[in-house]
């Protein structure tokens, strides 16, 4: 039972590992092979049992009678073909077969070459995968493939080959090319530096060989200090993540290792132009390269412009643009613009933008903005704004605004202080300070206003070094907010409210007369009014006021006279100050009533009558006007 066990035990470990060994492709099985003097056959016998593989090919098309030798030891099936073969035949793999074909030979010189070979780790003698391979002036580039092995084709009429390879964390590497055939180039790269930290270390110091050796000697030497930041980076915001999608959306999966790899490389060029952002002169390399004019017949990308670029549907640009941009679609750009943009659609830039945006949809700033903004729908910025900003929906910005007009169709939004203009259809807010106006349909909301003014329907601000005009304004610190029980020689019952600042403000009242005889039963008004401080304790008022004088019968709604009745009253008030929150506030005022019935005046308490029963010329109405008085008592700040 034991020895049966370990049969099964050892089965499952040979299983195991021959299912490793046939899902890597034939021409990267690494073996070990030892051929002395063997016919062709029997080396390549040798060579598929080490790598479990078997061969395919014509036997016509080998010498059988040449003789090989080849030693090596743990490396590619590949390279252990490329030994034995050079370049008369080429082989590819399928499933677990490799393919031997006769490479074609012409008289001719070859206008082309290939190279290929592996991209290997200097210390570990590992292969390297996804390393970019390329040459800068024909832009022929590829990618190392899992198993670090890679192919270019390159032209042979070039003065001189110089074969490039880059990958992150890595030494870049430049290798000149000596050949001009096709043959195979391993490249080792040197992994980067890791950060050194704060120690003494001994460096051994030697005299030259040729002459007499001194004794070896330590040297202290105190080393630079390198401190990484133990702060994690921040991850890019939601908008920023956009747009890399976005670029990633129409960037191949080539070009995106290029980019990586490549990021302390620019190349330039005068000119481009592309079909695709894969499909252009720049080839896969475009990511990397700065244009001076760039052509995208549909989409394109680089990694900048210096000067114009034209784009039949999307321009993406991964670094800074310098003129003049414009897209079918739009224009989406991963750091600085400096000049105009024009966009049909939209346009997105993740860095400071200096000039001018123009999206028929919207145009949205990652990083501040400074110019002019024009987006059909809306403009927003997650950063400071400097500048015009015009939206046929909305502006939004979220930062600073040290000098800027916004135009809002519906609405603007500062995240923080504006020092300018806003101008909405319905609503302005403000985060911070407005140093400035702000005018709305609707509401208007700041922190603060100093140097202009609040102008809407509703006004609301902490403080307010001005005056809000609109029909409502609330202002928390410094503002004016009285609440007033009182009565008149209409209504025996008064409630009022005043808000806004001291000198203009907002009344909203409402009274009862508690059914008098003619008298009307319900009243609802507003008013504005200002007033005066004559001494820390004491204010004059002077408040002008309109009110509708609703008649009922028994409170019996469906009898309610829906006649024109209106009272309009100018009212000069005193106002004493017993405490901080309560005050009292009576005077005189001057009182018009027009009625279109012929219902007397409206009065409850004696009044001094200025005229009575007089009628209009021109219409049905009938006035009435006379001296009255008011008092009552005030709550609020």
């Known amino acids: 039972m034991t020895l049966l066990r370990y049969f099964l035990f050892f089965s499952c470990l040979l299983a195991s590992g021959s299912v490793v060994g046939q899902s890597t492709p034939p021409l990267e099985r690494l073996i070990s092979v030892d051929i002395r003097n063997q016919h062709l056959e029997e080396a390549l016998r040798q ?30 099936v590949r390279q252990v073909l490329m030994q034995v073969f050079s370049t008369t035949m080429t082989f590819k793999s399928r499933g677990n077969h490799v393919i031997l074909v006769r490479a074609e030979q012409t008289d001719s010189e070859p206008k082309s070459l290939l190279l290929d070979g592996y991209i290997l780790d200097e210390q570990t003698g590992e292969r390297i995968a996804q390393a970019s391979i390329f040459e800068k002036t024909t832009l022929a580039s590829t990618v190392s493939n899992p198993f670090g092995y890679y192919r270019i084709k390159l032209p042979t009429d070039l003065p001189a080959i110089r074969l490039d390879v880059r990958k992150q964390m890595y030494l870049g590497e430049t290798v000149l090319v000596r050949g001009k055939f096709t043959h195979s180039v391993n490249v080792r790269l040197r ?15 030697s005299e030259d060989t040729t002459q007499t050796v001194a004794p070896l000697a330590s040297v202290p030497v105190t080393m630079p200090v390198v401190v990484a930041d133990s702060t994690p980076p921040a991850g890019p915001s939601l908008l920023e993540r956009g747009r890399l999608g976005m670029i990633n959306l129409f960037v191949s999966a080539q070009q995106a290792v290029h980019d990586i790899n490549l ?86 830039v993740g860095g400071n933008v200096h000039g001018v945006q123009t999206g028929g949809l919207f145009n949205i700033d990652l990083k501040p903005m400074q110019g002019v903004q024009l987006g059909g729908l809306f403009n927003a910025n997650l950063n400071e704004m400097r500048g015009f900003q015009v939206g046929g929906l909305f502006n939004a910005t979220l930062g600073e605004q040290p000098a800027t007009v916004q135009l809002g169709g519906l609405m603007n939004i500062a995240g923080r202080s504006i020092h300018g203009v806003q101008v909405a259809g319905l609503i302005n807010v403000a985060g911070g300070d407005v140093r400035g106006w702000q005018i709305s349909g609707i509401l208007n909301r700041a922190r603060r206003i100093t140097g202009g003014h609040q102008i809407g329907l509703i006004n609301i601000a902490d403080s307010a070094g001005n005056v809000p005009i609109g029909l409502l304004s609330h202002v928390q610190k410094g503002g004016y907010r009285r609440f007033e029980v009182g009565s008149d020689e209409v209504n025996l019952l008064n409630l009022s409210y005043r808000t806004g600042v001291k000198r203009f403000y907002n009344i909203l009242s409402a009274g009862h007369s508690f059914d008098r005889e003619n008298s009307p039963r319900l009243s609802v008004g507003y008013g504005l009014g200002t007033g005066f401080s004559l001494s820390r304790a004491t204010m004059i008022n002077l408040e002008g006021s309109t009110y509708h004088l609703f008649y009922f019968q028994n409170y019996n709604f469906q009898n309610y006279n829906s006649g024109w009745n209106q009272q309009f009253r100018l009212s000069a008030l005193l106002e004493t100050r017993f405490s901080k929150h309560l005050s009292l506030a009576f005077g005189p005022s001057i009182n018009w009533y027009m009625s279109e019935d012929e219902t007397t005046k409206p009065l409850t308490q004696p009044a001094i009558s200025l005229y009575n029963n007089r009628y209009s010329r021109y219409g049905t109405m009938t006035y009435w006007s006379w001296v009255g008085f008011q008092a009552g008592l005030r709550f609020g700040n």
């Open 191 to 205: 992994p980067m530096p890791q950060p050194i930290s704060v120690e003494t270390l001994s460096i051994r110091r």
């Open 263 to 348: 990021n302390r490389d620019t190349l330039y060029r005068d000119w481009q132009v592309s079909f695709l952002p894969y499909i252009g002169t720049n080839h896969r390399l475009s990511g990397r390269i700065i244009n001076r004019y760039s052509v995208n017949v549909l989409a394109g990308y680089s990694f900048g412009v210096q000067a114009f670029e034209v784009g039949g549907l999307l321009n993406l640009v991964g670094g800074d643009v310098r003129g003049f941009q414009v897209a079918g679609w739009g224009n989406v750009v991963g750091r600085e613009v400096t000049g105009a943009q024009l966009a049909g659609w939209f346009n997105v």
């Open 47 to 76: 060579i598929s049992k080490a790598g479990q593989f078997e061969f395919s090919y014509n036997p016509s098309q080998l010498d059988k009678n040449a003789v090989v030798s080849v030693r090596l030891t743990n490396v590619p």
